[in-house]
């Protein structure tokens, strides 16, 4: 995925995105969580890949995932959740943005 981030290729960067969040999902094994997730992640993914489009949101979002790889390898739980918390509030933000514009732009 960072390799995809170095390239500038974001549809790859976002389809091994997608991959992994759908793996952490499998690995839940929390049916409920699963119908949530699919069901929120079709109506935002579009509002997800393109807040990337703002290069510096993209890079955030790399170092992020690139911390959150490297909290998991120290098997250090109190940050890996301070990061997983920032980072989904950062999407949240994008994904509320996104919307704005988006109806914004419906109604001009």
Known sequence: MLASHARNDLPGYYRLNRAI?????????????????????VRIQHLRFRSNFDRDKWNSAAREHSDMVDALDARDGDRLA?????????KC????????????????
Not at 82 to 90: D, F, G
């Open 21 to 41: 969040h759908d793996r952490i999902n499998r690995a839940a094994r929390n049916r409920l969580l699963t119908q949530v997730y699919r069901t929120l992640n």
């Open 93 to 108: 933000d994008a994904v509320l943005e996104g919307l704005r514009t988006t109806t914004a732009a419906r109604l001009a």
């Open 82 to 90: 301070a990061i997983l918390r920032a980072h989904l509030l950062k």
